[in-house]
């Protein structure tokens, strides 16, 4: 028979793991409370004793050492989500290469370049600047400088006659807002209206669109009741590619859509056209994609609005197509080439973007 002694020191050993199991539970609870997982207290390991751990150098708290795997892990993965969404957006927003557009700055006071880090020395045009950045760099810097451009709304204050890629970057758009809005609004109201794009709006009113977009941007208001006529918007719309300094298919691509306008045989016409849209620059190319796609919507209800394909290839061949500087007899020739490519862009516009 058990003795009285013998009892007591059987129940004195059941005290330090009840002690483990409540140390356990608390440990539990609070990863449960700091991570918001519902973990059981058995599946959390019991820290070992500090009493037979080696006393270290210097004192460290068992729960600090218990927790620094579990932080990492949780930083680790939100690092990883942060990322993967960061991705995500950068994947929507637009993503377009733009020179910087350097003029040559006569800068007061002492300034370095933001290239090199070196002084820029002299009395008047000491360096360069961008017009649209405002960066400020040496006449020699900027040879080398990336084409990393990123417009600042503080020295684009302008929506007409500016470039189409300084203005979408300064903006975060795909396309220039002119383009969205005016279009948005032909299509709300005004695809069924006779001779759409070939008559013309009265000049004031349009010059009066121009202006509240260059004040206004986004927020002009073009809606029926400050405009009524829809032919003014659509003379907006032309204006405003009329007025690009670089035309929507740019000097540097407009030899090649020539030459594909100048092929006879329909299919390698259409090979070289995918040819020649490579060449534009992706804002060009975007806007170029949303226009065509709308021309072609209007001429699907061309039995209403008289609008074919070939009367909108008459009206926005030399807008789009913009020659460069070339002799009267070339520029002339050119027209009926200019309205063959933008016919066969409206035409098949579905197979070509």
């Known amino acids: 028979m058990p003795s009285r002694e013998s009892h007591v020191v059987k129940k004195g050993k059941k005290k330090p793991r009840r002690k483990a199991k409540k140390d356990a539970g608390q440990k539990g609870s609070l990863f449960t409370a700091a991570l918001g997982l519902n973990v059981s207290a058995a599946s959390i390991p019991s820290l070992p004793d500090p009493a037979r751990a080696p006393a270290p150098s210097k004192p460290t708290s068992p729960a600090s050492t218990f927790w620094q795997p579990i932080r990492s892990f949780a930083l680790s993965q939100l690092t990883s989500l942060v990322r993967r969404a960061t991705l995500r957006e950068s994947d929507l927003a637009p993503k377009y290469e733009k020179v910087h557009n350097f003029k040559v700055h006569t800068f007061r006071g002492p300034h370095w ?73 032909i299509e709300a109201r005004g695809l069924q209206s006779e ?7 009265f000049s004031e009113l349009i010059e009066d669109v121009k202006l509240a977009f260059d004040r206004d941007g986004e927020k002009a208001d073009i ?8 032919n003014i918007i ?21 030899p090649r859509f020539i030459e594909a306008g100048k092929v006879s045989d329909p299919e390698k016409r259409l090979e070289a056209l995918h040819e020649a849209l490579r060449l534009l ?73």
């Not at 001779?195 to 709006?201: A, E, V």
């Open 234 to 254: 659509t003379g907006a719309l032309k204006l405003y590619f009329r007025e690009l300094p670089i035309p929507l298919i740019t000097y540097d691509a407009h």
């Open 113 to 185: 370049c933001e290239y090199c880090a070196n002084f820029m020395w002299g009395l008047i045009a000491q360096g360069v600047k961008c017009a649209d950045c405002g960066l400020n760099v040496h006449k020699q810097c900027s040879k080398v400088v990336p084409n990393d451009c990123q417009p600042d709304l503080r020295h684009v204050k302008k929506v007409y006659s500016c470039d189409l890629t300084t203005l979408v970057k300064a903006h975060n758009t795909k396309r220039p807002m002119v383009v969205d809005m005016c279009i948005q609004e």
């Open 195 to 201: 001779g759409l794009y070939r008559i013309s709006g």
């Open 281 to 353: 620059p992706p804002a060009h190319f975007e806007t170029l994609r949303y226009l065509m796609a709308h021309l072609k919507r209007v001429t699907q209800c061309d039995k209403e609005n008289l609008m074919t394909s070939e009367n909108l290839g008459i009206v926005f061949g030399p807008t789009l197509m913009r020659a460069p500087e070339l002799d009267a007899m070339t520029a002339l020739n050119d027209i009926r080439y200019q309205r063959l490519v933008v016919e066969t862009l409206i035409t098949n516009e579905d197979v070509l973007f």
């Open 223 to 230: 809606s029926s009741n400050a405009y009524e006529d829809i």
